[in-house]
């Protein structure tokens, strides 16, 4: 029973100290992305927001530069511009990412 309680001891230490710290780097990081994201206006980078149709999308920001089909249950499609991406859940944009580095923020 004594080998039993040390391995058990060892294998939730190196859980904590093996995959503890690379969640946290991660944590930290995806805590930075958000915080760095440029901003949804003309200082930042302007981009549609939750909720438009996708023809409002094309009237204000204009054709994509690629629609990939939609995939999975509800329909998810992306359209990829210049410097973002529009996710849509069948036909209303439920985010838009721009990709991680982000270009300098003009001030």
Known sequence: MGILRVI???AALAAVLGFGIPAA????????????APPNDAKGIP???????MAQVL????PPL???PAVGTP??????????TV????????DSVVPYPYPPRRR
């Open 8 to 10: 058990v001891v060892l």
């Open 25 to 36: 780097g991660a944590d930290t990081f995806l805590l930075k992305a958000i915080h760095q």
């Open 47 to 53: 981009r549609p927001t939750r909720g438009m149709t």
């Open 59 to 62: 009237k204000r920001f204009g």
């Open 66 to 68: 690629r629609k990939l």
């Open 75 to 84: 329909p998810i499609t992306r359209w990829k511009y210049k410097k973002y």
């Open 87 to 94: 996710y849509f859940e069948d036909r209303y944009v439920i």
